[in-house]
């Protein structure tokens, strides 16, 4: 490949966009190869996590045949977590093992199905090939240099995930902001699916999703997250990066989730478990109106190195939009293979495509959300408040009375203060 | 459990050369040294003797946080070596 001859298309990261994007382009005949920073693909990779699977029907159908998915989500929570108590809603759905609607993963082996995928394809996945540069000639990209060999291509795709060096380098990130980041930690928990599914109410190959809000991150902007896999449980929390900026405890990391960890609520449900491995990842959290620009002629952003992260608060979503902006930005280029899918147009294709797809469509929907999730008094004030108000109608006193509903919520009323909290409800029903 | 123990379980390989690099006269002033407690895998912390902050690579699982959070851009971070690093076997 050092011989001089060039590719239709080079992709640097072998995550779900990049090898996403891979598979669609071998399919159609170019030729491609991923290069890896990571021995495999998948080495460098975390998720929390869960990849929604119905946006990517249409688009990864064939791809994603036979993937090893953890478990299908049958039961869905949020839990708003104060001290020792909390309260959850929760939803159980009999998502079918034919259609499911979302299902947790493990990035090892998941990505290293989607190589292997690609690979049948002919695309080349390189590992142990960090991408220090871009080849830069008559105004576009031309290749992209590894331990200062070149690899010329008619097009990048930098699948190079949320730091993405190569946005950086091609100045369509000026540079990184916290406010634009999660930071995201989790542990690995090995336990029996026997046990997994007594515990979590759910069939073999279902599982259950939790989202905790409140002092799980301290009052912080984010949360905490528990998936079930197959015969292990992921347990994390993320943190708004700049919230961490803001404060001044010497609480680390480490303590979140070991507090987390330890909750009465949480400890029940990995007693006995085994951690087994500890990771970190940051998620490009800024949502719409922190998206860079999506390239530049011969170079595409896909999946997190372009930002396509969309946080609801009930919805925390990633490896979708990654998969569905590898197979656009693959599509636009296959649809100017005969030309130079290194023109501009061939960009704009891509930024066309994506922006009617519902990856920013949904991101545009939602443009408000990091602003709004970003008011600490969702964590702060409202979790104590609702769990205080329930606990004090469950209670019965030693004079023998209870607290009248009536004056329960007279009490949360003043605690959160009336219009505050309609202004914030207000906000949050824009979500 | 703490963190190093945590650090532990990983696959990791080492490089003996930091890929993390402090820029001692910026660290030197700053006032927040909020990358102490903003590294997930707690690798930084204050030299007793000098009162400097240092960094220990190892174990370092490449998320980037003390990079984008340093407020005087003062850690110049890249990926280690192909080869080294943290290798997720479950992720």
Redesign the interface.
Known sequence: MSDGEELDVVVVGAGCAGLACAYELASNGLTVAVCE???VA??????GGRLYLEPLKDLCGDLLEGAPFERTVVSESIVLTHGDASTSIRLDHGVGEDRPHSATV??????QFLADRAGEKEAFVM????VDELIREDGKVAGVLV?GEEVRAKVVVAADG??S?LAVEAGLRKE???RH?G?G?K??IKLDASLIEERFNVAPRQGAARMYMGDVTDGLPGGGFLYTNRD?ISIGVVVQ?DA??RRG??????DLI?RFKERPDVAPLIRGGE????????VPEGGFDALPELGIPGLFLVGDAAGLVLNTGNLLRGMDLAMASGVLAARSIIEFREGDPGCPECLDHYKKSLADSFVIEEMRLHRKAPKILSNERIYKVYPPAVVDMLRSLFEVDEKGEGVPVKRAVKKMRRTVGTWAAMRDIMRILKL | MKVEEKLALNAIKNHDESHIVLDEEACARCETRICIRACPAGLYSVEPATNKVIVDHSGCLECGTCMVICPLDAVTWRYPDPGYGIRYRHG
């Open positions: 920073r990571g021995d998948g080495a460098k990779n975390l998720t493990l990035r090892a082996k998941f990505d590992g142990e090939q960090r331990a949320a730091l060096f990184r902001e916290p980041f930071v930690v542990e690995l292990s990066m961490m900026e405890e010497e609480d680390t990391f480490n070991s951690t087994v491995e500890y990771g970190a990842h940051l």
